[in-house]
Structure formats: C-alpha cells, structure tokens
C-alpha cells in the first residue's frame, strides 16, 4: 500500500473534523505526499495541520484559495508543480452546499454550486491529466466525491444535488477517456459522516438508519480513498462506491 515519492492534491482540509483533513493523514501514513486546499479556515490552523502532516515524514505545502474563482484548477495545479512536483493523486473533496428548495431556487444560488461542485472539480480533473507525465508516473488517481443523490432524494438541496449528480455522470464519462493513459477516476459517496455540519439533533435522527450502531466518521471514508489510490484498486475505475456502512434510506 505505500506509495512512497508520489504527490496527493486534496481539495477542501479546513478544520479539524474535515473528511479532507481525514483523508490527508490517512495518505501521509502510507508515504504519500501531501497538498491541500482550504477556505474559510483558521491560517494557524491549517499551518500547524501541514507541520504535522510534515512529522508524518510527508512533504506538504497547502494553498488558501477560493474554489469558486475561474482560474482556481490552473492555480492549484500551478502551485503544486512549483512546491512539490508532478501530482498523481487527485482527491476532489470540497463542495459549496446551502439549503434551497423550489421556493427559494435562483440563478445565484445555481450558479455558487456550480462554480465550485462542477467547474473547478472538471477543470482540476481535466488539467491533472493533461498534464500527468505517462513517463514519469506509473499510474495516476482521480477520486470525486459525491453525495448519494442518484440513491434517493434530496429535498431543500436542489442545485446540490443537481451538481453532485453531474459529477458521477463526469467521472463515468471521463474514466473511459483516461485509462489508455493509466488514470483511474472513480467516486466515492461517504454517505452521511459526522463532520463539521451535524448537530446533536441530526445525529439522533440518524442513528437508527446505521446498522453497524455507529454514524460514519471522517476516517472511514479517508479508509476507502487509500485504497482506491493503492495499487490493489488498479482495476477499478469509472465506478462509484457507496462508503456509507448500510445506511438505511427512507
């Protein structure tokens, strides 16, 4: 599973409790270089996070940068090139999530998911591979994360899950274009995970629909990711895994 000397970019490692934050350590422990965007975060914070992937024994810059800006893929990846070198993991964790719901839905609303849900994930996902050295690199990785949308409904979360939902359709779409090139893309639904948005209220009405007794953590899915970067996962792409331990829907 190690995969020494090899760079991991890691969009959305904000605060303590992130998926991102989770799925960074989980990376470093196998070897693996770290890069990860935040927003929206303490600058201690995230400075004292990358002194503590670097313990690891890891190299590991970050970059605070707003997700929504145009030119935030070609930015990102610039960065990485001139800190770390050529990435060949690609971990597309950040997301842009309100309540709307068909009362409130306008083009506004639409269009902040889409510059962050969509735009930026597509361009990062496109540009990482046009730039993947097949020399250099032996294999590369793409993991999206989605929501579940596709599984069932999401009320109040219209433009959400209409964006999360355009990315499964991507990731299909764009793994047939980059396996001749050795890239696998796939995605990864973490079902709900007990991060940064739930309260004690949500946890309560949640708990009854895990059968494993216990609502999904950060590390969990941080455990899938590993593994679809890994080179057991190289058979594996244009596939969405639902990481979520059972959840009950309904």
């Given at each position: 599973?190690?995969?020494?000397?090899?760079?991991?970019?890691?969009?959305?490692?904000?605060?303590?409790?992130?998926?991102?934050?989770?799925?960074?350590?989980?990376?470093?422990?196998?070897?693996?270089?770290?890069?990860?965007?935040?927003?929206?975060?303490?600058?201690?914070?995230?400075?004292?996070?990358?002194?503590?992937?670097?313990?690891?024994?890891c190299?590991?810059?970050?970059?605070?940068?707003?997700?929504?800006?145009?030119?935030?893929?070609?930015?990102?990846?610039?960065?990485?090139?001139?800190?770390?070198?050529?990435?060949?993991?690609?971990?597309?964790?950040?997301?842009?999530?309100?309540?709307?719901?068909?009362?409130?839905?306008?083009?506004?609303?639409?269009?902040?998911?889409?510059?962050?849900?969509?735009?930026?994930?597509?361009?990062?996902?496109?540009?990482?591979?046009?730039r993947?050295?097949?020399?250099?690199?032996?294999?590369g990785?793409?993991?999206?994360?989605?929501?579940?949308?596709?599984?069932?409904?999401?009320?109040?979360?219209?433009?959400?899950?209409?964006?999360?939902?355009?990315?499964?359709?991507?990731?299909?779409?764009l793994?047939?274009?980059?396996a001749?090139?050795?890239?696998?893309?796939?995605?990864?639904?973490?079902g709900?995970?007990?991060?940064?948005?739930?309260?004690?209220?949500?946890?309560?009405?949640?708990?009854?629909?895990?059968?494993?007794?216990?609502?999904?953590?950060?590390?969990?899915?941080?455990?899938?990711?590993?593994?679809?970067?890994?080179e057991?996962?190289?058979?594996?792409?244009?596939?969405?895994?639902?990481?979520?331990?059972?959840?009950?829907?309904?």
């Amino acid at each position: 599973m190690m995969l020494n000397n090899k760079y991991a970019i890691i969009t959305g490692a904000s605060t303590e409790r992130d998926i991102g934050t989770a799925i960074c350590r989980k990376l470093a422990s196998q070897g693996i270089n770290i890069f990860f965007t935040h927003w929206n975060s303490d600058d201690l914070w995230a400075q004292n996070f990358r002194q503590e992937i670097k313990n690891m024994g890891c190299q590991c810059e970050c970059l605070k940068i707003d997700l929504s800006h145009p030119d935030a893929a070609y930015t990102i990846l610039d960065t990485v090139e001139l800190k770390l070198g050529t990435p060949a993991i690609l971990i597309n964790n950040a997301a842009h999530s309100t309540n709307d719901g068909y009362q409130n839905l306008n083009g506004k609303i639409l269009d902040d998911h889409y510059a962050v849900n969509m735009r930026t994930v597509f361009l990062l996902c496109v540009e990482f591979a046009r730039r993947f050295k097949v020399a250099e690199l032996e294999a590369g990785s793409i993991v999206n994360m989605t929501s579940g949308q596709e599984l069932g409904p999401m009320p109040n979360e219209l433009a959400y899950a209409a964006t999360k939902g355009a990315i499964s359709a991507f990731t299909r779409s764009l793994s047939q274009e980059l396996a001749s090139i050795g890239i696998t893309v796939n995605a990864v639904n973490p079902g709900p995970t007990d991060s940064t948005w739930m309260t004690d209220e949500i946890r309560e009405g949640l708990l009854p629909k895990f059968p494993m007794g216990r609502i999904g953590l950060p590390k969990d899915v941080a455990r899938t990711i590993a593994y679809l970067v890994s080179e057991e996962a190289r058979w594996i792409t244009g596939q969405t895994i639902h990481s979520e331990g059972g959840f009950i829907r309904g």
